[in-house]
C-alpha cells in the first residue's frame, strides 16, 4: 500500500495561489490529483510519472496549475495559480502502481490503487 497524506486546501479569493502536498509513504509508478465539486463526478486534474517526470493536465488547467515531484521526499506537489471559482473542489491525490499508465488512461480514476482523504479548495469570487 502507499497512504498518502494530502495537504493545502483553504479558502482563497479568485486570481490567488495554493500549493497543494502529498506525501507518499512508498514509491509509485505515478501519481495524480482529481478534484470533485458538489453534486459532480470526480475528474482528473493532473499526473506525473516518478520516473522520467512527464506530466499531464487536464484541458481546464492548464497553463493555470503545476505538477511537480520531489523525489527525496517522496512528495508531489500542485501548484495552483490563477484560481477561478471554477476550482472549487476537493482536491485527492492518487497514486498508481502501473508502470504504463501515462501511455493510456491517466484520466481514469479506476486506475489508481491508492486515495487520500480529500482536501478542501474554496474560491471565492
Known amino acids: 500500500q502507499v497512504p498518502l497524506d494530502e495537504s493545502g486546501g483553504r479558502l482563497v479569493q479568485a486570481g490567488g495561489s495554493l500549493r497543494l502536498s502529498c506525501a507518499a509513504s512508498?514509491?509509485?509508478?505515478?501519481m495524480g490529483w482529481f478534484r470533485q465539486a458538489p453534486g459532480k463526478e470526480r475528474e482528473f486534474v493532473s499526473v506525473?510519472?516518478?520516473?522520467?517526470?512527464?506530466?499531464y493536465y487536464a484541458d481546464s488547467v492548464k497553463g493555470r496549475f503545476t505538477i511537480s515531484r520531489d523525489n527525496a521526499k517522496n512528495t508531489v506537489y500542485l501548484q495552483m495559480n490563477s484560481l477561478e471559482p471554477e476550482d472549487t473542489a476537493v482536491y485527492y491525490c492518487?497514486?498508481?502502481?502501473?508502470?504504463?499508465?501515462?501511455?493510456?488512461?491517466?484520466?481514469?480514476?479506476?486506475?489508481?490503487?491508492?486515495w487520500g482523504q480529500g482536501t478542501q479548495v474554496t474560491v471565492s469570487s
Open positions: 512508498g514509491r509509485p509508478s505515478a
Open positions: 506525473i510519472a516518478w520516473s522520467g517526470g512527464r506530466t
Open positions: 492518487a497514486a498508481s502502481d502501473l508502470i504504463y499508465l501515462l501511455n493510456g488512461r491517466y484520466f481514469d480514476p479506476s486506475k489508481y490503487a491508492y
